[in-house]
């Protein structure tokens, strides 16, 4: 593997070189293939860059996207040969905007030396923990199209980053509710993990939701593999569904695919769900926020579809079937258990 701090100084030295104008188009091939032979190089470039507050211009430019740089690159790596797939990002995509000053060639030195001596104790997490992210805020919800041909539906309030390579199709989940369908490739594995989950398939369409109590694996289609942490592994088919705490081995048991699915089409479907799950659930998707405050009623069991940016029809039906009180301030509904005469 090669040396970290030998992409660094690389990196250092094609800004340098763009920001003095002394790339010609060879030059600027040259640059290219150096960006190919590594999504770590592009994300190095663009970090050194921002170290000296030009990745800020580079995010500004109308239609530049790092990430998708970033996923590009990793695109091009995945292909057969490194650049059957085409240049993953170009060399005036990349090119440092001109500036109203200069980098004299003794100040570039000094900045590369800065860069190599302090990089590693204080650059470092910057430099190297970039991987492209996706996230939707409450109420969101967004398609992603990945490099492979997956496809991921994030729900509301989720976050994720990919860490594709050569050998395996990496997703970590790092918050939220995702529903992946998985392009067939037996040779690329694609793994989702999530705390201590780890979700294995080939080509298959499940649903994964990361709760405090733990992840909730659900499959559409074809078949996983999930383990939690050191536990041993379990086989989950479609229509069935894992639940994982981390170290413990995974429960599996029949599910309702539709209604675990349902926030694809905007609906909340809950059976005999214990009051502190649905609002846990439904505080994912709504803007208005529900909040407990008498645990004597967390566990009220609720059913029913409920909208699933809209807590109004929940807070109804609870104060209809349960008696519950419910005032609101700020945004916020407060809930708690009915008064006693």
């Known amino acids: 593997m090669r040396d970290p701090s030998d992409i660094q100084q690389q990196a250092s030295e094609w800004l340098i ?48 996207d790092v990430n998708a740089m970033i996923e590009r690159a990793h695109a091009a790596e995945a292909s057969e040969g490194g650049e059957a797939a085409g240049p993953a990002v170009s060399a005036e995509e990349m090119r440092p905007p001109r500036k109203n000053f200069t980098l004299r060639p003794r100040f570039a030195v000094a900045a590369c030396m800065l860069l190599l001596i302090v ?30 041909g997956s496809v991921v539906q994030l729900n509301a309030r ?73 536990s041993p592994v379990s086989l989950v088919a479609a229509g069935e569904q894992a639940f994982v705490r981390s170290g413990a081995r995974p429960e599996v048991h029949q599910a309702n695919v539709s209604a675990v699915t349902a926030w694809t089409r905007g609906k909340l479907v809950l059976t005999a769900t214990p009051l502190h799950e649905a609002i846990e659930q439904l505080n994912r998707t709504a803007v208005r926020q529900l909040v407990l405050e008498d645990e004597s009623i967390r566990d009220f069991h609720v059913s029913g ?14 104060q209809q079937r349960f008696g519950v009180v419910a005032q609101e301030t700020d945004g916020v509904v407060h809930l708690r258990k009915p008064q006693l005469h």
């Not at 104790?121 to 992603?144: C, D, I, N, S, Y």
């Not at 409920?306 to 929940?314: M, S």
Request: proline share 5%.
């Open 17 to 64: 070189a763009f920001s003095e104008e002394e790339v010609d188009t060879a030059g600027q091939q040259d640059f290219v293939r150096w960006l190919q032979k590594s999504p770590q190089h592009v994300a190095t470039y663009l970090r050194i860059a921002a170290v000296w507050e030009l990745a800020g211009d580079l995010r500004e430019r109308p239609g530049i």
């Open 305 to 318: 579809v409920f909208p699933y940016a809209d807590p109004g029809p929940l807070v109804r039906f609870l």
């Open 119 to 148: 990089g590693g104790a204080l650059l470092a997490p910057m430099l190297w923990t970039h991987a492209p992210a996706f996230a939707t805020r409450a109420a969101e919800q967004r398609t992603v199209q990945l490099s492979d």
């Open 158 to 230: 989720s976050r994720l980053e990919l860490h594709y390579g050569s050998g395996e199709r990496q997703v970590d989940l790092i918050e939220g509710q995702a529903l992946f369908s998985v392009a067939h490739d037996s040779r690329r594995p694609f793994v989702v993990r999530c705390g201590g989950t780890r979700i294995s398939a080939i080509g298959t369409q499940f649903d994964v939701n990361r709760a405090a109590s733990g992840t909730m694996v659900t499959v559409a289609e074809g078949k996983i593999a999930v383990s939690g942490g050191s």
